[in-house]
């Protein structure tokens, strides 16, 4: 399969992050997190998001969203997320199907949650026919590839505080986003109030492996029981947590996100002058949506992989890894005015 542009997910190891593996395959070391490699990489977290983070390593996005959400609710709680959320669309219900807790979706015009949306859902407290809203849960990037500001999720954590609420962020991408706004992942999280953070590797060079950072310490009591229960607790987990050490290490994270955040900046000039499309959002870090004529859409599937978004709306989604080059977004961008041209 050559590189093409459905996901993120699509691209291969980090060469460092490979060499790490292969580092720490050696000997025995104690399992289930019990050994010096996860030690020594919960400290490199707590370097980033300050000594009150809990670590805690998963297999994957879902798994770390859904037992962030279960460590803040019960089932007759409820979560506020964006109609377009990960937890919402892509997770197959699993936190609903896992705690048992409801989602309480908000259209947007963005995928971005704002107090006044966030409000709508904000009654029914101490009524025992409601659900309780007890989250607001942002992903950040969203899932149309737009970013909150610090300042924007400042206000977002005042009113859950406000209200006995917790707030979650989804940072599946979160370095994409720490690279467009220029900030530390402190600054855009532990410094502004957030409770708990799903936390990424796997879209920005990672083999496998996600991360629940807990920055509320009453959100940890139990919660390594909550992550068995979950089967979310690697025996091996010495080999997760390998990657995200090298992850950090002279801040390859970071050298990953600005690739694939600037390449997507090439795409979107590259197509955004090309009559007939139309880029959907501002293209603020690693993905571009776009609206195009369905033929052409659909013929371009056939050279490059890429997925439709809203298909009722002819929206595609483009996204750029940490190895995507320029020669791949050039020779794309060649087939798209080709079809475009013949249509």
Not at 109 to 130: A, C, M, N, S, W
Request: glycine share 6%; charged share 20%; proline share 3%.
């Amino acid at each position: 399969m050559k590189r093409g542009f459905g996901s993120d997910n699509h691209s291969g190891i980090c060469p460092e992050v490979l060499e790490a593996i292969a580092r720490v395959n050696q000997e025995h070391a104690l399992a289930y997190g019990d050994d010096e490699y996860c030690a020594a990489t919960e400290k490199r977290f707590k370097q980033y998001f300050g000594e009150q983070a809990n670590v805690y390593f998963a297999f994957n996005g879902t798994g770390c969203n859904t037992l962030c959400i279960d460590a803040m609710t019960r089932s007759h709680h409820a979560v506020v997320c964006a109609e377009t959320a990960h937890i919402n669309v892509d997770e197959c219900g699993a936190p609903s199907r896992i705690v048992g807790c409801r989602l309480l979706t908000v259209p947007t015009p963005d995928g971005k949650l704002t107090p006044e949306l966030v409000k709508t859902q904000l009654h029914g407290f101490g009524f025992e026919h409601h659900s309780q809203p007890k989250v607001i849960s942002i992903t950040q990037p969203t899932e149309l590839g737009t970013l909150y500001t610090i300042d924007e999720i400042k206000v977002l954590v005042a009113l859950a505080h406000e209200y006995g609420m917790y707030v979650h962020v989804d940072g599946a991408r979160l370095g994409n986003a720490a690279v467009a706004l220029n900030c530390t992942f402190r600054e855009m999280t532990t410094d502004l109030g957030v409770d708990a953070v799903s936390f990424g590797g796997t879209k920005n060079g990672l083999m496998m492996g996600e991360a629940v950072v807990l920055l509320n310490h009453e959100l940890a009591d139990g919660f390594k029981y909550r992550r068995k229960q979950a089967m979310q607790l690697c025996s091996k987990m010495r080999f997760i947590a390998a990657q995200f050490d090298a992850y950090f290490e002279n801040d390859l994270w970071r050298r990953n996100a600005e690739h694939s955040n600037r390449m997507a900046q090439l795409l979107y000039n590259k197509v955004k002058d090309i009559q007939g499309v139309k880029v959907m959002y501002p293209v603020q870090a690693n993905g571009v949506f776009a609206q195009l004529p369905r033929k052409v859409w659909k013929e371009l599937q056939n050279h490059y992989f890429f997925y439709d978004w809203d298909e009722d709306a002819d929206v595609v989604r483009w996204m750029c890894a940490f190895d995507t080059t320029e020669q791949d977004i050039l020779d794309f961008v060649t087939v798209l005015k080709q079809l475009m041209a013949e249509n």
